[in-house]
C-alpha cells in the first residue's frame, strides 16, 4: 500500500513561488517512479514532471520555471515552481509507480495506480 499526502499549494500573484511537497509512504518498497499532474477547472490532466533516480523530465510548459527533486531521507518528492503565471492555476497531484526505467514516462503514468488527493495552487495577475 502506497500513500500520497502533498502540501504547500496556495494562492500567489503571477511572477511569485511555491513549493509544494508529497510526502510517500509505503508499507514494503517505495515506488521508484513519481511525478506530478495537474488539473485546472473545466480541463484534462497535465503532466508537469517527473522523477526517476535522479532523472528528471519535464513538460514543456514548466522548463525553466519548475524543478522537480526527491528528498529520500524524508521520502519527500518537491516541485517548486517560480515565475508563476496566471495559466498555472489547478489542483497539483503527486503521482507514483512502481514503473520500470524504460516505462516510466508520462504516457504510462496517466495510469499510475497511486495519486494524492491533490493540492489546489491559484495564481492571480
Known amino acids: 500500500q502506497v500513500q500520497l499526502v502533498e502540501s504547500g499549494g496556495g494562492s500567489v500573484q503571477a511572477g511569485g513561488s511555491l513549493t509544494l511537497a508529497c510526502e510517500v509512504s509505503?508499507?514494503?518498497?517505495?515506488?521508484?517512479?513519481l511525478a506530478w499532474f495537474r488539473q485546472a477547472p473545466g480541463k484534462g490532466r497535465e503532466r508537469v514532471a517527473r522523477?526517476?533516480?535522479?532523472?528528471?523530465f519535464y513538460d514543456d510548459s514548466v522548463k525553466g520555471r519548475f524543478t522537480i527533486s526527491y528528498d529520500g531521507g524524508k521520502n519527500t518528492l518537491y516541485l517548486r515552481m517560480n515565475d508563476l503565471r496566471t495559466d498555472d492555476t489547478a489542483s497539483y497531484y503527486c503521482?507514483?509507480?512502481?514503473?520500470?526505467?524504460?516505462?516510466?514516462?508520462?504516457?504510462?503514468?496517466?495510469?499510475?495506480?497511486?495519486w494524492g488527493q491533490g493540492t489546489q495552487v491559484t495564481v492571480s495577475s
Open positions: 522523477f526517476r533516480l535522479g532523472e528528471t
Open positions: 509505503a508499507t514494503q518498497s517505495r515506488p521508484k517512479c
Open positions: 503521482v507514483a509507480d512502481y514503473f520500470t526505467q524504460n516505462t516510466c514516462i508520462f504516457p504510462n503514468l496517466e495510469d499510475a495506480k497511486y
